[in-house]
């Protein structure tokens, strides 16, 4: 959530560091002289949150798992934190503690994992400064903040995914990263189910971690070894809400689709960033997004939940179908974007058997007639329907038994 909703959540950075003018002249003509970053505080008032409604459209998104961005960049926390004395949620703003609130609803409501997105510095806290001062040969701000944080986080929320970032160009070793990790996988009351990602320090992203992340918005387009996530934003420009965003700056539900498609086929799972305003709502055009993604899940999950990639993750025929591939039903699954005028859709990578192949389009009751085009694939001839007859609106899934 940001209290600013020009600027979201890198205001504090791009206004008073970079002094960046966009942002300098938009505070001087919206604010008063000596208006601050902390007068924001009692601004981020969260009135109209609803946890309750948070969780319904959480749920009929089709997500498996939500996290909640605890703490960012600036060092205001959602809960009320100990050790983030008259900067948390608690005694400033909301006076809520907005992380056990969701945490409640999410696990009352659905059955999503609940996951909580930690940074471990913060720009301008004056121990991190001097710590950085002292190129890092002191820990005043990892022992006395941060990591005390994590410990508290867990402790009193139990998230299972811990989300971490924001090394500040510090290596693990200042911020005692194997240490916290260590208690976390062994002690902790979430050793048996948590999963954590790849940002503890200079040098361990994309090289250590649960998951990795490697960078924002990261889609490599290509099978990894390792489990990943694609953590992108809906809002194009921003990971806050932005109040003077234009329509063209949003992801429609055509490039979600496509994002998610791309994502799961290469082994990573998509986490879609959406920006709360500072009253506490999730804007409509956010709320939209994540129902269209759940309805386009209800048709087409079977191709994405509890898959694994196949041994071709795009086809080499036909350009924007995707593929993956069920194992407990041993079904290959072929997401193809855009459906072809001519009816038909040719697969390059599919080996048919004679007699044996069944081709089923998700949502539609019926078998698919197909033609064998030996080692160059499959030809399958889709069904004749309307608009108004498709199973849904925005990429169909082929699924395939029997292939090669």
Request: with cysteine.
């Amino acid at each position: 959530m940001s209290a600013d909703m020009f600027c979201s959540v890198f205001c504090r950075w791009y206004w008073q560091k970079e002094k960046r003018e966009p942002y300098v002249k938009f505070m001087e003509a919206n604010y008063p002289p000596g208006f601050s970053y902390d007068d924001f505080g009692p601004l981020f008032t969260a009135e109209f949150f609803d946890p309750n409604q948070w969780a319904d459209i959480l749920k009929a998104s089709g997500a498996k798992y939500v996290v909640l961005t605890s703490k960012h960049h600036e060092g205001f926390t959602l809960w009320g934190s100990k050790y983030s004395w008259n900067w948390n949620a608690v005694d400033v703003g909301p006076k809520r503690d907005l992380v056990a609130e969701l945490a409640m609803s999410v696990r009352n409501r659905t059955d999503l994992h609940f996951g909580l997105y930690h940074s471990l510095f913060e720009w301008f806290n004056p121990l991190f400064l001097e710590d950085a001062t002292n190129a890092f040969k002191t820990r005043k701000f990892p022992t006395s903040k941060s990591l005390p944080e994590l410990y508290e986080l867990v402790s009193k929320y139990q998230p299972e995914i811990i989300w971490s970032d924001g090394n500040g160009n510090a290596p693990d070793t200042y911020w005692n990263s194997t240490g916290f990790l260590a208690w976390l996988y062994n002690d902790s009351p979430v050793r048996d189910t948590v999963v954590t990602n790849d940002r503890w320090g200079v040098g361990s992203i994309c090289t250590h971690g649960g998951f990795y992340t490697c960078s924002d918005r990261y889609n490599p387009g290509h099978l990894l070894p390792h489990k990943w996530e694609n953590c992108m934003t809906i809002d194009k420009k921003s990971w806050g809400y932005r109040r003077n965003a234009q329509l063209d700056d949003y992801l429609t539900i055509e490039d979600l689709v496509k994002e998610l498609v791309e994502t799961v086929s290469c082994g990573g799972n998509l986490l879609m960033n959406i920006g709360p305003t500072h009253d506490g709502r999730i804007a409509v055009i956010f709320e939209e997004r994540l129902r269209q993604m759940g309805a386009w899940l209800q048709v087409n999950g079977e191709a994405i939940y509890g898959t694994k990639p196949w041994r071709a993750q795009n086809d080499s025929l036909t350009p924007q179908v995707w593929y993956t591939f069920s194992p407990k039903e041993g079904k290959v699954n072929a997401i193809f974007l855009n459906w072809p005028v001519s009816g038909t859709l040719e697969l390059g990578e599919p080996q048919a058997k004679l007699g044996e192949t069944q081709v089923q389009l998700a949502g539609y009751k019926e078998l698919l007639k197909w033609v064998a085009l030996g080692e160059k694939g499959i030809l399958v001839a889709l069904p004749p329907l309307t608009p108004k007859q498709l199973p849904c609106q925005w990429g169909w899934t082929l699924q395939l038994t029997d292939i090669n």
